[in-house]
């Protein structure tokens, strides 16, 4: 089976992200940008499919820039075969990026596609779902365990009210949540095979996808500053903020 | 504790545009170095050093490495994971030859992979540093049969290596040697006691190879009587299997100011009669084979005082970001500032930057250096490069640990009484830093090699010939249009001037001996500041040409800083250059003046 994964270059997560002056956006000037954290542990649970024998290649794939082939060489040097950049300089939004997958998967014929349930730029938490939808397959969402299973999948899924755990039939899209794996580091001999890898650049025209955002950003602000705390003078005061204040006991 | 992110931006400036990373690719069988794939092995080892070893730093300081019962060492919770993890990564054979199971990348990448791992965790990387000084001297030395047993598994880090110098009665004077290594058959019986034995006892492999110093019977006297022995903590069968112990005992370990991670050993060796070893080399001529580890280690621990400098100024530079107290002076308008706005947390700030950056070009231009010294094809180039880092080792070593340990103490200063109190982690910087000066060669030593091997030697033709160029770098800023390099470029004119004169001073205070040895570790200073401030006038050159050139506005505030950095520096640290001329020139026979009894008279 081969197994398409798709990663997003974002500002690294140990940045503290600075908002522009002009409330546009973030500041990308002069930060550190790596693999989506999600992303990561999709790669690495690939390469755990591959290694146990379920899965015979790894397709890793990402929408953006020129300087995401940096994201997919390190993939390459986790143990992804090989690797296709859709270059673009726009702005990447889920359903453009849906669109760019759906065409990739037209080409490879993946038995399963594995990516991050979101990325920590923008948190929309959809490529996965739209895609799932634009190919009309099965998805296991915020997967926190994978196993193979009569020909398809066990997902087990981190839902609100604890686990649930869904079969699969393949071909189907599964989405990483935090807890699947633990990525591992490239081995220095990997990052140095990593170079030899095939790496292919496709424009989305040629894959007939437009991308043009269908979103605006109207305004990027600070998150508020935490108010200050009180001191209360007994329980019942709490109880009475509890219940009218902040409204989580009835 | 805050952590450490490392500074890859400065790094491949440094590489790329200081000591030409792509020279040192070009050199023969360093092919794959090229630009990506140097991206790549600094991206995933600065991974490892900030999400595996800078976690474990605070851990070590607080565990530290224990004695257990049955005389064996523990290290701290997590070490032993985390040493997996640059094995099984094959990061210890990053530029050994891939015949012996190495990488075969440049000394210079190494270099930088190690900075990151050093300020991550010094008292970790401690160990693997050593290692690859104990393969280096078994690289050149050893027989190949001691090779074929021993070097893959040290290249791969399976197993670590030790150097074993230091006695109770032979510390910097290693003629008092007394360990002996009685001819046994085919090996030899080591017996004696081994003191300040870094990582020479720990649980992160299953063996350890000790490189001995050690006397033979019919040894001369003095260090033309000492001789090398690998001596395996556990003995290794014909088919590389692991035998029987051998007699390598931990006695102790030493309670330190710092780096409480790294286990300081006292060892015995053979208690029952004798530890099995090996004759490392030729007979009496162990100094010379540990010299070889001795200069890896040398330019590794220099690498270490710009390591420990960096996470210091990284914690400082935060911390007076975040800190509000009080309005800094010229702020107007209402409300508080961060401390970084004061001029004088300021002043501290950018001088840790600025002698930071200088140390880090000085120690990676040698790291070049030392690539083109083995690897070069024309033997003239070799030997030039090798002339460098002879003559830079001693003023790396001496000057980035002494500077080292003042950026700590100034990285506990910007925090105010919250330096001193342990929680910060502040202070445990300042705490590991202090051994830098100290082991590997004290300052003192450092500077007694420059004078007497690097100056005096030759006449002071080396030295000069640096001088020259530093000379020549100072004349052509001066005349640049820009007020920062123009600067930069007369300080460091003036700055050689007075250097030339101490070095001349010193080429002709041949009267009394003592009087080269009380200017010594003046002249290593002053030497360190002229190639600090020669580095960064490289870097501010390159930095205003690359923006000239257009260089994207991402990288317009990193660049321009260099300029003013370096002006910063010039302005504010080459004067100091003068003072010292001073002191030598004048004040070097004051040093010895008083008599011993006026010495005790109070």
């Known amino acids: 089976m081969k197994i398409l994964c798709a990663v997003k270059r974002v500002v690294d997560y140990n940045v503290k992200i600075r908002v522009k002056t002009d409330r546009t956006g973030v500041e990308t000037a002069n930060v550190k940008f790596s693999m989506n954290p999600f992303d990561e542990i999709a790669v690495e649970e690939a390469v755990r499919l591959k290694e146990a024998g379920v899965a015979t290649e790894i397709v890793v794939v990402t929408v953006g820039p020129a300087t995401a082939q940096d994201t997919l060489r390190t993939a390459l040097a986790m143990g992804a075969d090989r690797a296709i950049l859709v270059q673009t300089d726009t702005e990447t939004q889920p359903l453009g990026v849906a669109k760019a997958l759906k ?23 959809q490529t996965g779902q739209m895609l799932a939808a634009l190919l009309g397959w099965g998805q296991g969402t915020f997967a926190s365990r994978i196993a193979a299973a009569d020909g398809g999948l066990t997902v087990t899924r981190e839902v609100d009210g604890g686990m649930e755990t869904l079969a699969l039939p393949l071909p189907a899209i599964v989405t990483a949540d935090l807890r699947l794996n633990e990525p591992r580091y490239a081995t220095l001999p990997n990052i140095m095979k990593a170079k030899k890898k095939p790496l292919a650049t496709v424009t989305p025209d040629a894959l007939g996808v437009d991308l043009t955002p269908r979103l605006t950003t109207l305004s990027v602000s600070e998150p508020p500053g935490r108010s200050g705390g009180v001191k209360l003078p007994d329980v019942a005061t709490l109880v009475a903020k509890l219940k009218n204040e902040a409204k989580v006991i009835p | 504790m805050p952590a450490y992110v490392p500074p890859l931006k400065e790094i491949r400036f440094v590489l790329d545009h200081l000591v030409g990373m792509a020279d040192v690719a070009a050199l023969p069988g360093f092919g794959d170095a090229t630009p990506d794939m140097v991206d790549s092995i600094l991206s995933e080892a600065a991974k490892i050093a900030e999400h595996t070893l800078a976690p474990l730093n605070e851990i070590g300081d607080r565990q530290g490495a224990t004695l257990t019962a049955d005389k064996t060492v523990r290290t701290a919770d997590g070490w032993k994971d985390a040493w997996q993890t640059l094995i099984e990564g094959g990061w210890n054979g990053l530029p050994f030859d891939p015949e012996q199971g190495g990488t075969g990348l ?23 540093m050593l290692t690859q000084g104990a393969v280096n001297a078994m ?7 001691l090779k074929a047993r021993y070097l893959p598994k040290m290249v791969s880090g399976e197993w670590t290596g030790t150097m074993n110098i230091t006695e ?98 006292v060892l015995s060796f053979g208690d029952e009669g004798g530890a099995i070893g090996w004759l490392v080399g030729q007979p009496n001529r162990g100094l010379e084979c540990m010299f070889a580890m001795m200069n890896h280690a040398r330019l590794n621990v220099a690498m270490q005082g710009l390591a420990i400098a960096e996470r210091a100024y990284q914690q400082a530079l935060g911390y007076a970001r975040d800190r509000v107290q009080g309005k800094p002076v010229g702020w107007s308008g209402d409300g508080r500032f961060a401390i970084v706005h004061h001029p004088d947390v300021r002043r501290l700030l950018m001088g840790m930057k600025a002698r930071i950056e200088a140390m880090r070009g000085l120690l990676y231009t040698a790291a070049a250096a030392v690539d083109v010294a083995h690897s070069h094809a024309d033997p003239d180039e070799r030997a030039r490069a ?30 105010g009484g919250m330096g001193f109190v342990e929680e910060t982690g502040a202070a445990q910087h300042y705490r590991d830093a202090r051994i830098t000066t100290i082991y590997e060669g004290t300052t003192a030593i450092q500077a007694n090699d420059l004078v007497n091997r690097k100056i005096l030697r030759d006449g002071g033709a080396a030295v000069r010939g640096l001088l020259a160029d530093i000379a020549a770098l100072g004349r052509e800023l001066g005349d640049s249009p820009d007020e920062a390099l123009r600067l930069t470029g007369f300080a460091l004119r003036d700055s050689v001037i007075h250097a030339g004169d101490a ?15 009380a200017a010594s570790a003046h002249l290593l200073e002053l030497l360190g500041l002229v190639t600090g401030g020669w580095q960064l006038a490289r870097a501010a050159r390159v930095a205003t040409s690359l923006l000239a050139g257009g260089a994207g506005d991402a990288d317009a505030a990193f660049l321009s800083a260099k300029p003013l950095t370096a002006r910063f520096f010039a302005t504010q640290f080459l004067p100091r250059v003068a003072a010292l001329r001073a002191a030598i020139v004048t004040g070097s026979g004051a040093v010895m003046a008083l008599t011993d009894e006026q010495l005790f008279a109070a």
């Open chain 1, 103 to 125: 065409a990739i998967v037209a080409q490879e014929a993946p038995g399963l596609v594995i990516l991050g349930k979101q990325a920590i730029d923008d948190d929309c938490n």
């Open chain 2, 106 to 128: 440049p000394n210079l990448l190494n270099t930088a992979v190690h900075e990151m791992w050093q300020s991550a965790n010094m008292a970790f990387a401690l160990c693997p």
């Open chain 2, 139 to 145: 690289r050149l030395y050893a027989d190949d049969a």
């Open chain 2, 168 to 265: 109770p009665q032979a510390g910097s004077d290693l003629a008092a040697t007394r360990s002996r290594a009685v001819p046994n058959g085919d090996h030899f019986l080591v017996t004696g006691q081994k003191i300040f034995i870094t990582y020479g006892d720990h649980d992160l492999t299953d063996n350890i190879i000790h490189l001995v110093l050690a006397r033979l019977p019919d040894a001369p006297p003095g260090v033309k009587g000492i001789s090398l022995f690998v001596v395996p903590k556990v003995l290794v069968n014909d088919d590389g299997s692991l035998g029987a112990r051998n007699q390598v005992t931990c006695v102790s370990l030493e309670h330190k100011l710092g780096i409480h991670g790294s286990p300081t050993a």
């Open chain 2, 386 to 415: 090798a002339l460098l880092v002879d003559l830079l080792t001693p003023i790396a070593k001496g000057w980035c640990t002494e500077t080292g340990q003042v950026i700590a103490s100034d990285g506990v200063q910007v925090h």
């Open chain 2, 503 to 517: 070095v001349e001073w010193l080429l002709t205070a041949t009267g009394d001996a003592r009087l080269p040895a």
